[in-house]
């Protein structure tokens, strides 16, 4: 087969193979100067190996290293090198030589018979590592006003901005509601509801922002300096993190480090007074700082210069910042997101991403080192997640549009997060291993860890809305399942729809929980989750795919403690995995797809759309 390899079709599970799981790396958070044992295992099918070479890039100089052969197991040969740290991000590929001379190349984006990218090598990186937690995380997304409300909100008054709702009335998808339309939920009420959380599973709690603004989504802030009074102010913010750790929940918050608000105190300074120390803060069009520079030119989100030392100094530098304050006591927050990460010190020519980025993950360190980072990147987020400070990203290209356009209905009319199709763009499973393969090759594996598998957002349409029947647990076990962290935006467990952001923004339906069409929901939710968090596989173990069709997708996580065969089908499915594939007996752990074995060879079989989890023995290397 060497001889004759054409890459595009050669079933998965007879390539070589690497990722960057303790099964294939020694070190998981390399020191500089050190040296990082790397494997790679190669199937015996493949063909005749005649030499293995790790090409490392010191300083962008390519270095070839002999990899030793360790042995053979189950049907592999696992080959292993050394690799020197000496750059805080070392890329790394495998040149695999066959008996016949012929030769191939293997990084993240797979394998190849010509030669590649350097920007799709495996990574090893020495920068600060995200905490220990994030990689066996499940977050859920809460959008405080939407989540639950207290007693002591129905004692409060609308804000000047709001048009007050009754919780269950239609959310308005057109202004002055879209922005304004004001339910009163609470953090407080958050607390309320922390038994269903817990019966869920999740792990880490998302608030959205919790700053005073002129809006219910609160992206506008008009202060960081305390909590919106209309949330309960600072000490409601205390109880329900304090609430949160009891109950062993992790909670971030939500920073907007490209824009403020036009009423926020900074701005309000500025604002027609070029004396103001704050004047430096944005950027203005005219002399008489009238006019300034805006996200996407909305006038109520006026865009941060971090040129300014002052900014600086007030927002992300040290503990006495806003970004250190809230994540000390008695606030304890264990993280934040970034908002509009993506466009934060970024106009025109000007490029400050990367030190207003690391800037924020010193002050986190100095803070709290146990603290994580995530940053909303929309687009191809590879190029700023190569580990020197955000630990993960909220993206949609690597899951969130690869899942809707493999399990949504045809012809569904949709925004399709807000690029100009019309209708969500059809593929098959095919298409959606390549879209996932071709967007999380860029990062390296730890920072794939971190980030987010989201189905949906506040920012998106509900999945559900245009799914096929069948669908969400298919998609959800995806999300549960492949490398990162599982998403839950408040709402999806209750079956919730919506056609756009905003409209996906429910108040919370809590009296349908008992419904029975409602708790099945509910179930279905916290049984994949339970299932991601009781499987070290599936919380940092190894990522290999075995088959790959229009209909089903087969794929194995793998540590030395157990590994997790899943099946996600769109469709009735009826496939065979060749002997070898995966070895051992297989428990059912969820699901409803059948596996039989017949001479080697293991048979799976779904009647419809399903996700079914399957265990089986843990991978032992051969050793040296």
């Known amino acids: 087969m060497f001889s004759t390899f054409d890459p595009f079709h050669v079933p998965p599970h007879l390539l070589p193979h690497h990722d960057g799981s303790p ?16 494997r790679v295992r ?16 010191p300083d962008q100089e390519p270095r070839f290293t002999r990899a030793t052969l360790l042995g053979v197991e189950g049907g592999w040969q696992w080959w292993e090198a050394g690799v020197a740290v000496e750059n805080p991000v070392t890329g790394y590929r495998f040149l695999i030589t066959g008996g016949d001379g012929t030769h191939c190349w293997l990084n993240a984006a797979g394998v190849h018979d ?46 000047e901005w709001g048009l007050p709702a009754a919780w269950g009335d239609e959310v308005e998808r057109v202004p002055p509601g879209r922005s304004h339309q004001f339910y009163g939920g609470d953090l407080d009420g958050v607390i309320l509801h922390l038994d269903h959380l817990e019966r869920l599973g ?15 989504h609160r992206y506008d802030a008009s202060s960081f300096h305390e909590v919106d009074p209309l949330l309960g102010g600072d000490q409601a913010l205390v109880r329900l993190v304090r609430a949160a750790h009891e109950r062993g929940f992790k909670i971030i918050g939500d920073l907007t480090s490209n824009h403020s608000g036009n009423r926020h105190e900074w701005f309000r300074a500025a604002h027609h007074t070029p004396d103001a120390a704050e004047s430096a803060f944005y950027y203005w069009l005219d002399e008489q700082q009238e006019g300034y520079e805006a996200w996407l030119g909305v006038p109520a989100l006026p865009k941060f210069n971090w040129k300014s030392p002052e900014l600086r100094s007030r927002f992300i530098e040290g503990p006495d910042s806003v970004v250190g304050k809230w994540l000390l006591e008695p606030y304890n927050l264990d993280g934040w997101r970034i908002d509009v990460a993506n ?35 929309t687009n191809d987020a590879s190029g700023d997640f190569q580990g020197d400070a955000w630990h993960g990203a909220m993206t949609y290209t690597t899951f969130t549009r690869p899942v809707w356009s493999w399990l949504s209905k045809p012809d569904s009319p949709s925004s399709y997060f807000g690029l100009p199709y ?77 056609d756009d952001g905003e409209h996906s923004r429910t108040p919370m339906p809590w009296d349908t929980a008992d419904d029975p069409d409602v708790a099945a929901t509910i179930d279905l939710y916290a049984a994949l989750i339970h299932l991601r968090t009781a499987h070290p596989a599936l919380n940092g173990g190894g990522m290999r795919w075995l088959h790959v069709g229009a209909d089903v997708l087969v794929y194995v996580r793998e ?66």
Do not use: C
Not at 46 to 52: D, E, T, W
Not at 132 to 145: C, E, G, K, N, R
């Open 23 to 38: 099964l294939y790396v020694s070190d998981q958070s390399p020191a500089p100067g050190g040296v990082v044992r790397v």
């Open 114 to 159: 010509i030669e590649t990218l350097d920007s799709a090598d495996f990574k090893l990186v020495s920068h600060p590592a995200a905490p220990d937690w994030a990689a066996s995380s499940v977050m859920y997304q809460i959008f405080p006003d939407r989540f639950g409300r207290s007693p002591a909100a129905d004692l409060r008054e609308a804000p």
């Open 559 to 624: 540590s030395a403690e157990e590994s997790v065969l899943l099946m996600a089908a769109r469709a009735a499915s009826d496939l065979t995995l060749p002997e070898g594939a995966v070895a051992g007996a297989a428990t059912r752990l969820l699901g409803e797809a059948e596996l039989t074995r017949e001479s080697g060879r293991i048979r799976l079989v779904a009647d419809g759309p399903s996700f079914t989890a399957w265990l089986l023995p843990g991978v032992r290397p051969p050793q040296r």
């Open 343 to 377: 466009m934060t010190a970024r106009l025109g020519s000007e490029d400050l991403n990367a030190e207003v980025r690391q800037t924020i993950r010193r002050t986190m360190i100095e803070a709290n080192p146990d603290t994580i980072l995530l940053a909303e990147s």
């Open 42 to 57: 190669v199937p015996e099918a493949f063909g005749v190996v005649a030499s293995v070479h790790v090409r490392s890039t």
């Open 422 to 498: 019309g209708t969500i763009p059809q593929s098959d499973g095919r298409q959606f291993f390549d879209t996932h393969t071709r967007f999380t090759a860029g990062y390296p594996w730890r920072t794939r860890l971190a980030t987010m598998n989201a189905l949906d957002t506040h920012d998106t349409p509900r999945f559900r809305t245009h799914a096929i029947d069948g669908a969400v647990p298919v998609a959800f076990g995806m999300s549960a399942t492949l490398p990162g962290i599982p998403v839950v935006f408040a709402g999806d467990e209750f079956g919730l729809v919506g």
């Open 202 to 216: 999740v792990t880490l709690l998302y608030l959205t922002p919790v700053f005073p603004g002129g809006s219910n």
